[in-house]
Each structure stands twice: as structure tokens, then as C-alpha cells.
């Protein structure tokens, strides 16, 4: 008599808990992965498309698409930038909003020096 009644009532009785885990967030969620640029940053890089990023830099070493995101890195020997593009909204051609930047040891350097060095090639 337990398994015929007491699993479905546990169950039911379990079911409704999970509803007060999530946090409820207002308005419209943005796009997945997607975290907008507030303002303009390392040498004009962040806001910069595909195409943009190729006439500061010539051809990526890297160009990795993935549905939510894609990465660019760009090397010339003395550092290496990966510059992550995500789309503003559906359908729209993605931009950069995040930028990581190394030396040639593989320590992390300031993104903008990075950029310099890359425009000089």
C-alpha cells in the first residue's frame, strides 16, 4: 500500500520545492551567454565586430564558433589576445564584450598594451 500511494504522494509533495530555488529576475532576460558592452574599452576592441577585429589585426590564428559564442585570438610572439564575441540580439552579428589578454610566457597583461603590440605586427 506505501508504494501504491506514498511515492506518488512524496513525489507530489517534492514537486512544488523546486519552484522556490529559482530567484525571480524583472524584466526580459537577455540572450544567452550575452552580457552587453557598457562603454568602449581596450583600443576600441569591445563593441568591435568580426570584420573590424581582422583590419586591426589581420587573420586570427583561431576562430572558434560555438551556438553562443564565438572567439577570435589573435598572436604575433609577444602576447595573444582571445577576444569572445556574443550576439546584441537575435539575428544580429555578434561583437565583442569580453577580452583576454597574455604575454608569450602566459601571464596575463593589460588587453590595451596587448592591442599595441598587435597593430604593430
Known amino acids: 500500500m506505501l508504494l501504491?500511494?506514498?511515492f506518488p504522494l512524496l513525489a507530489l509533495?517534492?514537486?512544488?520545492?523546486?519552484a522556490s530555488l529559482v530567484p525571480r529576475t524583472g524584466g526580459q532576460a537577455p540572450?544567452?551567454?550575452?552580457?552587453?558592452?557598457k562603454r568602449p574599452q581596450p583600443g576600441g576592441i569591445v563593441g568591435a565586430?568580426?570584420?573590424?577585429?581582422?583590419?586591426?589585426f589581420g587573420e586570427p590564428r583561431l576562430d572558434i564558433?560555438?551556438?553562443a559564442v564565438r572567439k577570435l585570438q589573435f598572436a604575433n610572439g609577444q602576447c595573444v589576445l582571445d577576444a569572445y564575441?556574443?550576439?546584441?540580439?537575435?539575428n544580429r552579428e555578434p561583437v565583442v564584450t569580453h577580452v583576454?589578454?597574455?604575454n608569450s610566457a602566459g601571464d596575463d597583461?593589460?588587453?590595451?598594451?596587448?592591442?599595441?603590440l598587435l597593430r604593430r605586427r
Open 4 to 6: 501504491r500511494f506514498g
Open 13 to 18: 509533495l517534492l514537486s512544488g520545492c523546486g
Open 31 to 37: 540572450a544567452v551567454g550575452y552580457a552587453p558592452a
Open 49 to 56: 565586430d568580426a570584420r573590424g577585429l581582422q583590419r586591426l
Open 65 to 67: 564558433r560555438d551556438p
Open 85 to 90: 564575441l556574443y550576439p546584441p540580439a537575435a
Open 100 to 102: 583576454d589578454a597574455r
Open 109 to 116: 597583461m593589460d588587453a590595451a598594451a596587448c592591442a599595441g
